[in-house]
């Protein structure tokens, strides 16, 4: 649907070879032991009112990436340039002003709230710091986005313990919206929640990005809920993305061995469905110490000698990209060299 | 309720505040050989009256808020209770930690109310033939010391220099560390690395030990000296424990939250690591108020502390330690006040612990 | 022993059709008494379980379900009490049992595994040790033949290297190993009944799909029953044959899983399952919403505990209370407006 209107729209955020590594510490002198390489060169781009879903494994580095692309965390190397400009090396200043065109959604209701705060207090904070509009104007606009997120505008004196899991997750929504911003990065926003919640939460995140034309970074688990709100889908796997594509072509015709293998681990709630299952064996490697080559090639079926020492290169079939050597093989028909 | 915390707890420093006053005009009166226009007895009445209304003004207009609240409440219908009822009501339930609370506040109402309670003057001595060495009587509850002066009395007064030197050198120590903790906390890296090996070096002095000394090289034993002095020695704990709480809350959501809005330091900072981390300052404040108390006393009882005639419930134990055997009454009364206070603060630390903790836990 | 029929409640003797259940709850009912007032964790719950079979108990957090499988392997510790009810494992009531013949029966003849793996194995001690010590509770055999059973349980769950991996600590093991380990542990013993409570909840989809075949492996080894506790629709219509819908302490609905999500009759569930999305759903389908909250135990709605978020509710619901019945054959739902087998809700069949 929105896929064809983005795709003549703007480049909003273009992440460009990131990477974070951890710095391991040992001994008395502390010294740097080795690295956890979190996210390790990805890059991709997000249009104007598109979303981006980001799905892998806990441990994939995909939390570390939303956290980088707003400069929670300061990338190791590589750029993220929102609206053409480098985040990774904007002064303090600037980066506060960019803040009102970008922000987050978390995972956890009950920790993203400060408890000591009121609801109007919490919302209203973000207004206060880049000194919009007076005091009254302010409260306006705090129970108008209230309203927005389907609250009660009488809440603002509340405080966040007094609200169950899917009301202070519309809380935090409330938050990242009240400056009207172009880009929110959604850290697993359904994740916490009950099922019966979830789709409330899922239905206003859609309803909003429609009125407001939202981009999202929309980082998930949840394989179905990804396919359902993105345009486009990209596959972590141990810090760097193995697939990318429109999420329609993604879903119907995965590429890479562990998309498909993720794709078929989902349980489907269709008894009739019950399907052939791609079992993977193992457990995913530690990132301290990822394989080397393809960094699948330890638990993927298909894997042949080139993927234990080669790293595979980006192929991209027509907007859908993929980073796998056997792949490559099957399409290109020639093996890739050494 | 907070609003009545905070009218106590500037009660508290502003009484502490007019003691300071008190011993301020006292060393000018001495200083400049000036004639007497009033002395401290009638200081002391003055001060005590004046915190007796003060208390009356403060009730009536706690209650009158509370009225207003109620009536609020009912229009808007059934508020959830706030979180301060929350642990109002689990203090309360805590009857221990009740009895904490009521030991510290009569202890406080003792001392602003020392002129009224103590019969005799504290640092009057009476006839040194006749009146010295009495046994328990109407007239002297706890008999007479050596000197001829009304035990009871020094008892009295004696609470006001514990819970002066209880409440300020521990607002010294929790300021400090507070302080301290934040940076170290809020910044991390090598600033907390540089900040908490200076935490451990601190801790590894033996603290009675270093007080002794500056007091000894300083030869200066003002009760403001000593306060300080315990101060700079117990703040260590409490810069901890902040570092702790503000390393856990950076990571709290509700914290990225807020750099993601493009919060500045000092919001982060007082808006919302410092709010966060109150509850357990607040208690081990409490509870470390004992331990100052039991510091000053130690010092005293070397005869290091507050000095005569001055009453503090370590001296009087100094004073009367020679009379264990025959006058066993005197150092017991003062030994048994300064047990009944650190036990009353650490039963107000627990309760507030317990009261505070399960909204922490949500 | 005998057994009590109390009124207004369904016996599942009398519904299950398919032979004496293995495991049977009647009417159980436990209660939290705490200060702020009676949280009703459990209030009425009645099911059967069948040998060898594998029963779904569906809800959302809150709603009971834990709290259900605790109240079996009686481990409702104070403020909580089993106020009512009776747990029949294969005719013995598990109720009127005393702790040390509780004791011969937990971890012997019913088993359970629990969320978090990480939690429920003991750090200090070897994972050997630990599957070593569930044997020894129960069965009177050496040291060593304890170590030769546990190497072999070790490798019936599938742990590579079973030999060297007996010696380590829980915390040298990923999430999904420690699982195996609780999943051995569990079964080292052979026991009639397995309670897994969210197994899967804190694992990868790869890792969970591993352990949901796992169990199903060693389910057909073991002939064991099965009550499988979760929120997640898909792993049930997986694995179960039969399904418990629970909403506020209470079941709202019972069936064998085709039936269920083929035609779900309480509106709840149909809500359940219309608000999730699935693979391959079409993105302009907008999700069904379940308006409103979960509600709190303390104060539970009067008349059906649906009523306030149900799309269908009338005035009765407020008041009566509708009974858990037979509204089609092997198909139980307690709600008033469901007629001749259909849902009162449009388009419920799917």
Same mark, same amino acid.
């Given at each position: 649907m929105s896929t064809e209107a983005s795709k003549n729209s703007e480049v909003l955020l273009r992440v460009e070879h990131l990477k974070n590594y951890f710095p391991v510490r040992q001994g008395l002198l502390s010294r740097v032991a080795a690295y956890v390489k979190a996210v390790d060169d990805i890059s991709f781009e997000i249009k104007a009112g598109e979303t981006l879903g980001l799905v892998g494994e806990s441990g994939c580095g995909k939390t570390t990436v939303g956290h980088s692309v707003l400069r929670l965390i300061t990338p190791t190397e590589g750029r993220v340039l929102f609206q053409g400009k480098d985040l990774s090396h904007l002064p303090a200043a600037e980066l506060r002003a960019m803040r009102q065109d970008m922000q987050i959604i978390f995972q956890d209701p009950f920790s993203s709230l400060n408890p000591r705060m009121t609801v109007g207090a919490i919302i209203?904070?973000?207004?206060?710091?880049?000194?919009?509009?007076?005091?009254?104007?302010?409260?306006?606009?705090?129970?108008?986005?209230?309203?927005?997120?389907?609250?009660?505008?009488?809440?603002?004196?509340?405080?966040?313990?007094?609200?169950?899991?899917?009301?202070?997750?519309?809380?935090?929504?409330?938050?990242?919206?009240?400056?009207?911003?172009?880009?929110?990065?959604?850290?697993?926003?359904?994740?916490?929640?009950?099922?019966?919640?979830?789709?409330?939460?899922?239905?206003?995140l859609v309803e909003l990005k429609e009125r407001y034309?939202? @981009?999202?970074?929309?980082?998930?688990?949840?394989?179905?809920?990804?396919?359902?709100?993105?345009?486009?889908?990209?596959?972590?796997?141990?810090?760097?993305?193995?697939?990318? @594509?429109d999420s329609t072509e993604l879903?119907?015709?995965?590429?890479?061995?562990?998309?498909?293998?993720?794709?078929?681990?989902?349980?489907?709630?269709?008894?009739?469905?019950?399907?052939?299952?791609?079992?993977?064996?193992?457990?995913?490697?530690?990132?301290?110490?990822?394989?080397?080559?393809?960094?699948?090639h330890t638990r993927c079926p298909l894997a042949i000698d080139i993927c234990k020492k080669v790293e595979p290169r980006e192929l991209d079939v027509e907007g859908h990209k993929v980073w796998c050597h056997v792949v490559e093989e099957q399409i290109t028909g020639s093996r890739p060299s050494s | 309720m907070i609003l009545g915390l905070f009218g106590l707890f500037l009660g508290i420093a502003g009484w502490h505040a007019g003691t300071l006053w008190e011993s301020l005009a006292h060393t000018v009166q001495k200083l400049s050989g000036a004639s007497v226009l009033y002395t401290l007895r009638d200081l002391d009445f003055l001060v005590s009256t004046l915190f007796v209304l003060g208390m009356l003004v403060a009730m009536g207009l706690y209650s009158g808020i509370s009225c207003r609240q109620i009536q609020k409440t009912r229009s808007l219908a059934q508020l959830p209770e706030g979180q301060w009822s929350i642990v109002k009501r689990q203090f309360l339930k805590n009857r221990l930690a009740v009895v904490g609370a009521l030991i510290i506040l009569a202890l406080y109402l003792v001392a602003f109310l020392c002129p009224f309670l103590a019969p005799y003057d504290p640092v009057e001595q009476g006839d040194r033939v006749q009146e010295r060495l009495l046994l328990p009587s109407a007239e002297h509850l706890l008999g007479t010391d050596r000197f001829a002066r009304d035990v009871f009395s020094r008892i009295v007064y004696g609470s006001r220099i514990s819970l002066l030197v209880g409440f300020l050198a521990m607002g010294l120590a929790v300021t400090l560390g507070t302080a301290v903790g934040a940076v170290a906390g809020y910044y991390g890296g090598w600033v907390d690395s540089v900040i908490m090996r200076f935490v451990d070096m601190m801790l590894s002095f033996p603290s009675l030990i270093l007080i002794i000394t500056v007091i000894a090289l300083w030869r200066n034993q003002s009760i403001w000296i000593i306060i300080?002095?315990?101060?700079?020695?117990?703040?260590?704990?409490?810069?901890?424990?902040?570092?702790?709480?503000?390393?856990?809350?950076?990571?709290?959501?509700?914290?990225?939250?807020?750099?993601?809005?493009?919060?500045?330091?000092?919001?982060?900072?007082?808006?919302?690591?410092?709010?966060?981390?109150?509850?357990?300052?607040?208690?081990s404040a409490t509870l470390r108020v004992g331990n100052t108390i039991l510091l000053e006393a130690s010092l005293?009882?070397?005869?290091?502390?507050?000095?005569?005639?001055?009453?503090?419930?370590?001296?009087?134990?100094?004073?009367?330690?020679?009379?264990?055997?025959?006058?066993?009454w005197m150092p017991l009364a003062a030994g048994m006040a300064i047990v009944v206070t650190v036990v009353g603060y650490n039963l107000l630390g627990d309760g507030l612990r317990d009261a505070l903790d399960p909204r922490l836990r949500e | 022993m005998h057994v009590k029929e109390s009124a207004g409640t369904v016996s599942m003797t009398q519904v299950q059709n398919a032979g004496s259940p293995h495991l049977e709850v009647r009417n159980l009912k436990t209660y939290f008494y705490t200060e702020d007032g009676v949280v009703r964790a459990v209030d009425g719950l009645s099911y059967g379980l069948a040998k060898g079979e594998t029963l779904g108990l569906v809800g959302e957090s809150g709603c009971g379900k834990s709290v259900s499988a605790l109240s079996v392997m009686r481990l409702i510790a104070s403020p909580g009490k089993i106020v009512e009810g009776e747990i029949l494992l294969d005719g013995l009531d598990l109720l009127q049992c005393s702790e040390p013949e509780m004791r011969e029966v937990r971890g012997n003849r019913?088993?359970?595994?629990?969320?978090?793996?990480?939690?429920?194995?003991?750090?200090?001690?070897?994972?050997?040790?630990?599957?070593?010590?569930?044997?020894?509770?129960?069965?009177?055999?050496?040291?060593?033949?304890?170590?030769?059973?546990?190497?072999?349980?070790?490798?019936?769950?599938?742990?590579?290297?079973?030999?060297t991996r007996v010696d380590e600590y829980p915390h040298q093991m990923s999430g999904g190993m420690r699982q195996r380990v609780m999943i051995a542990m569990a079964l080292a013993c052979n026991p009639e009944v397995l309670i897994a409570d969210e197994p899967t909840t804190a694992l990868d989809v790869t890792i969970q799909a591993q352990i949901m075949e796992l169990l199903a492996e060693l389910q057909s080894d073991f002939q064991m029953s099965i009550l499988l506790i979760t929120h997640n629709l898909g792993l049930v219509a997986e694995v179960s044959d039969q399904v418990a819908v629970m909403y506020a302490s209470k079941v709202v609905e019972h069936t064998s899983t085709a039936e269920l999500f083929a035609s779900p009759l309480h509106p709840y569930t149909h809500g359940l399952l219309t608000s999730v999305p699935t693979l391959g759903m079409p993105r302009e389908q907008k999700l069904n919403v379940i308006p409103g909250q979960v509600p709190n135990p303390l104060h539970f709605p009067t008349g059906c505990r649906f009523h306030p978020r149900c799309p269908v509710a009338e005035q009765r619901c407020k008041q009566e209370e509708p009974l858990l019945r037979e509204v089609k054959p092997g198909h139980w739902a307690a709600c008033h407006f469901i007629e001749n087998g259909k849902s009162p809700m449009k388009g419920a069949d799917r």
């Open positions: 209203g904070e973000a207004l206060a710091i880049h000194g919009r509009g007076d005091r009254k104007e302010r409260a306006e606009m705090v129970r108008d986005t209230l309203q927005k997120c389907g609250l009660d505008p009488a809440y603002v004196n509340r405080f966040p313990h007094e609200f169950s899991g899917g009301q202070r997750q519309r809380i935090g929504i409330a938050r990242a919206l009240v400056l009207n911003p172009k880009f929110i990065v959604c850290d697993e926003p359904v994740s916490a929640l009950d099922v019966s919640i979830q789709s409330q939460i899922i239905n206003l034309n939202l @981009a999202y970074l929309f980082i998930a688990h949840d394989l179905s809920v990804v396919e359902y709100i993105s345009d486009r889908v990209a596959v972590m796997y141990l810090g760097k993305i193995v697939e990318l @594509a879903y119907r015709n995965p590429l890479h061995p562990y998309t498909q293998a993720l794709l078929s681990a989902v349980p489907v709630p269709d008894p009739t469905r019950r399907k052939q299952r791609t079992l993977l064996p193992g457990d995913v490697p530690s990132p301290l110490n990822p394989p080397s080559g393809c960094r699948f | 300080t002095l315990i101060g700079l020695m117990s703040w260590m704990g409490v810069a901890r424990l902040v570092r702790g709480q503000f390393m856990a809350l950076k990571e709290r959501e509700f914290f990225q939250a807020a750099k993601a809005l493009g919060a500045g330091t000092g919001r982060l900072i007082f808006r919302h690591l410092l709010p966060n981390s109150l509850t357990p300052i607040i208690v005293s009882y070397l005869g290091l502390g507050v000095q005569p005639p001055t009453p503090s419930w370590g001296n009087i134990v100094y004073d009367t330690k020679g009379n264990l055997f025959t006058e066993w | 019913i088993s359970m595994i629990f969320q978090e793996p990480m939690t429920s194995l003991n750090p200090v001690f070897t994972i050997g040790n630990q599957i070593m010590e569930a044997i020894r509770v129960h069965q009177d055999v050496s040291r060593k033949e304890a170590r030769d059973r546990t190497i072999a349980m070790i490798r019936r769950v599938k742990i590579s290297a079973a030999e």
